[in-house]
């Protein structure tokens, strides 16, 4: 009596697993606002500025996504090339012209280390795009690339 109970409680687990496994989330790259391709590379530009004149000498630490279908989680791989301190934030920017902060950190990097930053969307909406900011004084010249990923 009792293998009975322990092969069908063997064989609960087992469907239970396969069903987990046929549910791993698909994940779409987005494409680049102002750009070409899915994945963008730079090079960390010194802080922005303002000039006389309302004008402003702008950095390059933001970079915006374009989503073009609905996801429930984003997810932002950058991998430095060089060793430093990145400062990171990932936002969510909806068509209500509000936005999430889904991630806003000092990570430190090594050599061509990846690192993930992973947001959920709001329940009611989805985002239109998705801005990652990498910069940070303590890398100005600094390289990394990023590419953002929508997951259903």
Same mark, same amino acid.
């Given at each position: 009596?009792?293998?009975?109970?322990?092969?069908?409680?063997?064989?609960?687990?087992?469907?239970?697993?396969? $069903? !987990?496994?046929? %549910?791993?989330? @698909?994940?779409?790259? &987005?494409?680049?606002?102002?750009?070409?391709?899915t994945t963008v590379a730079k090079e960390v530009?010194?802080?922005?500025?303002?000039?006389?004149?309302?004008?402003?000498k702008s950095d390059n630490w933001n970079t915006?996504?374009?989503?073009?279908?609905?996801? $429930? !989680?984003?997810? %932002?791989?950058? @991998?430095?090339?060089? &060793?430093?301190?990145?400062?990171?934030?990932m936002y969510l920017k909806y068509p209500d012209?509000?936005?999430?902060?889904?991630?806003?950190?000092?990570?430190?990097?090594?050599?061509?280390?990846?690192?993930?930053?992973?947001?959920?969307?709001?329940?009611?909406?989805?985002?239109?795009?998705?801005?990652?900011?990498?910069?940070?004084?303590?890398?100005?010249?600094?390289?990394?690339?990023?590419?953002?990923?929508?997951?259903?």
């Amino acid at each position: 009596m009792i293998s009975k109970i322990a092969s069908a409680a063997i064989v609960v687990s087992l469907c239970g697993f396969s $069903s !987990t496994v046929a %549910a791993a989330p @698909v994940c779409t790259p &987005l494409k680049v606002v102002g750009g070409t391709g899915t994945t963008v590379a730079k090079e960390v530009s010194a802080p922005g500025v303002p000039l006389p004149y309302g004008l402003k000498k702008s950095d390059n630490w933001n970079t915006d996504f374009e989503v073009t279908s609905p996801a $429930s !989680t984003y997810v %932002a791989d950058i @991998v430095a090339k060089n &060793l430093g301190n990145y400062r990171i934030s990932m936002y969510l920017k909806y068509p209500d012209n509000t936005s999430d902060k889904v991630f806003d950190q000092d990570v430190s990097l090594q050599n061509n280390q990846k690192y993930t930053i992973r947001g959920s969307r709001r329940t009611n909406m989805s985002p239109y795009q998705v801005n990652l900011f990498v910069g940070g004084i303590p890398v100005v010249g600094n390289s990394y690339t990023a590419t953002v990923y929508g997951c259903r």
